[in-house]
């Protein structure tokens, strides 16, 4: 399972999935500062009620994004964050990539639907849009839309515009 930014909704949507999904695998932005302490946090408070505790670890890979980077820019750096979360995911290997944000979403996404397409194994890829995002798709939302094996939004206007899109109200 990898993990994206947003760590507090995704963090919650973690703490509901089962011992199945173990080891967990987090790749973060090698600039994001917070997300490493929320996740050992959250695994420690998970470790003290389960006995699948500490069997996580976490990944640091360059973004593909940042805000307000230009578009001719975004490409090129994209390129390298797909050069970084290709060897991980196919070393990795996971069941399932849940992700909600940019960052790395897109290279670590691309590189797992890649491992299917090569027929080496089928990951589900799981995206959660932001409660932000209340009457358009985020950049990340347009690219994996149409990927996705799973698209969830948190509004209902974005369900109405995006059939394939899953609303469960609001998950955080």
Not at 62 to 86: D, G, M, Y
């Amino acid at each position: 399972v990898h993990v994206q930014p947003g760590m507090k909704l995704i963090l919650r949507l973690m703490d509901s999935l089962s011992s199945v999904y173990t080891p967990r695998h987090y790749v973060i932005a090698d600039t994001d500062r917070m997300s490493e302490d929320k996740i050992v946090s959250f695994e420690s408070s998970r470790g003290r009620r389960s006995d699948f505790a500490f069997q996580f670890s976490i990944h640091r890979v360059p973004r593909s994004r940042e805000v307000h980077q230009s578009w001719s820019s975004s490409a090129v750096s994209t390129l390298n964050a797909l050069r970084f979360c290709l060897p991980l995911v196919f070393r990795l290997r996971p069941d399932m990539v849940l992700c909600n944000g940019p960052g790395t979403c897109v290279p670590l996404c691309g590189a797992a639907l890649l491992l299917g397409i090569l027929g080496v194994k089928k990951v589900h890829i799981v995206y959660v849009e932001s409660i932000c995002r209340v009457q358009t798709l985020s950049l990340t939302g347009r690219i994996l839309y149409r990927l996705a094996d799973y698209f969830f939004v948190q509004w209902s206007y974005l369900r109405d515009k995006y059939p394939n899109a899953i609303f469960l109200g609001r998950l955080v």
